[in-house]
Structures are given as structure tokens and as C-alpha cells.
């Protein structure tokens, strides 16, 4: 079954604390993406990536970081630096990085801060 | 810059009742293109369909049925004889090409709740 696979389901982080949320997708698509869902809101971009060892900043990168070592795998690290990190992370894929391109989500990663 | 607004925030229908999302995005780029997505408990989105800038046809699968209406910038999503598996957030979203890559505005939903 192919598809993109988003864990832990639940994390919790600590004040200070990097936290890293794993993103793998058997699809073999080019592009990548990482969302932020807050309650009432839509989704907002964190990252996207086009190709391996590529990725660019989104709507609002401030306080995460990304990778893109291998293409199926794109993990997302919530930094000490983001001092709001409460919310639902959603990770894409597409087959490339045309407009057209429908994006295939992930169940999501619930991260809360102790 | 793209704007997706979903004014309904929460509709509450009973079983077998008709219900209508509403969609009105902006953007200035003449190529583009509209999508909805279910958003069930289980968290992830799921695709419903796809249009672009050009074709205004209406569609029809099944229950559901959408309007594109370019004159009002609309992109409206109806289902007919709702069911409580409809349950669920549903998002509209526009993407337009930027910079070789897609960027995609999401409104931000509209919750539906079917009663039995």
C-alpha cells in the first residue's frame, strides 16, 4: 500500500527540548511538505522540498529545521526556538512541485508541550 | 498574494439533508487551480477533486457535486442527502505556480456535522 507514513501519532515535548517528527512517503514523489494546523485555522506551510538534499522555508519556518537526505523520507525537527509548538503537523508529498499536482497527507502528529 | 475564504465555520445538518460549502478564493495568476479536501477525525486529508482555471464544467461523483464559477470567484461544494460518514472538516485550497513551486492557500474549513 502505498502512501506516507507520519510518527509518532502523539509527542510530547519539554520546555528546552528538540523534538523530531518523522516523515516517510513510498510514493516516490519529488516534493515534500510539512504543514502547521492550529485550531480554526488553515494549514500553514513550514518547508517544502523539491529534490533530495534541497528544501526551502515556508509561510513560517521560524523555530524549525528540516532534511531531505533521501527522498522518501523528509523528518521535521521542532526547535527550543518555537515557543508555541502546540498544534497538528502534517506532512505532503506530491509528484513534483507543479501547481496542478494533487498533495497525498499523512494521519498527522499531534505535539504538545508538557 | 492568494486569499481561500470559507465563511462557514460550522454547519450542523440532520441525516438525508442537502448541504452546500461555500469556497470564494483570490489570487491575480490566470493559471491556477481549486481543491477540496475531507479532513475526517482520523486527521489526515483526504483529495475530493481537482480543477483548474480554465474549466468551469461542473462535476458530479456520486453525492457530491461542485460549482466553479469564475465570475464570482466560487468554488462551491454540495452534498446531496447527507450521510453521517460526511462528517468531517472540509478544506478548500487554491494553488498557483511560484517560483517552480506549488503554493497552496488553504481556507480555513468548515466543520461539518451530520446528525442521524
Known amino acids: 500500500d502505498g502512501g506516507i507514513t507520519q510518527s509518532p501519532k502523539y509527542l510530547f515535548r519539554k520546555e528546552g527540548q528538540n523534538v523530531t517528527l518523522s516523515c516517510e512517503q513510498n510514493?516516490?514523489?519529488?516534493?515534500m511538505y510539512w504543514y502547521r494546523q492550529d485550531p480554526g485555522q488553515g494549514l500553514r506551510l513550514i518547508y517544502y522540498?523539491?529534490?533530495?538534499?534541497?528544501?526551502q522555508k515556508g509561510d513560517i519556518a521560524e523555530g524549525y529545521s528540516v532534511s531531505r537526505e533521501k527522498k522518501e523520507s523528509f523528518p521535521l525537527t521542532v526547535t527550543s526556538a518555537q515557543k508555541n509548538p502546540t498544534a497538528f503537523y502534517l506532512c505532503?508529498?506530491?509528484?513534483?512541485?507543479?501547481?496542478?499536482?494533487?498533495?497525498?497527507f499523512g494521519a498527522g502528529t499531534r505535539l504538545s508541550v508538557l | 498574494a492568494q486569499k481561500v475564504t470559507q465563511a462557514q465555520t460550522e454547519i450542523s445538518v440532520v441525516e438525508k439533508e442537502d448541504v452546500t460549502l461555500d469556497c470564494v478564493y483570490e489570487?491575480?495568476?490566470?493559471?491556477?487551480?481549486l481543491f477540496w479536501y475531507k479532513q475526517p477525525p482520523s486527521g489526515e486529508l483526504v483529495f475530493l477533486i481537482r480543477?483548474?482555471?480554465?474549466?468551469?464544467q461542473n462535476e458530479i461523483s456520486g453525492r457530491y457535486s461542485w460549482n466553479f464559477q469564475k465570475s464570482t470567484s466560487s468554488f462551491n461544494f454540495t452534498i446531496t442527502a447527507s450521510q453521517v460518514v460526511d462528517s468531517a472538516v472540509y478544506f478548500c485550497?487554491?494553488?498557483?505556480?511560484?517560483?517552480?513551486?506549488?503554493?497552496?492557500?488553504f481556507g480555513t474549513g468548515t466543520k461539518l456535522q451530520v446528525i442521524p
Open positions: 505532503a508529498s506530491s509528484i513534483d512541485g507543479l501547481a496542478k499536482n494533487i498533495q497525498y
Open positions: 510514493l516516490n514523489h519529488d516534493a
Open positions: 522540498s523539491q529534490i533530495v538534499n534541497d528544501f
Open positions: 489570487t491575480r495568476d490566470t493559471t491556477y487551480y
Open positions: 480543477r483548474n482555471s480554465f474549466d468551469e
Open positions: 485550497a487554491l494553488s498557483v505556480p511560484s517560483g517552480g513551486y506549488q503554493k497552496v492557500t
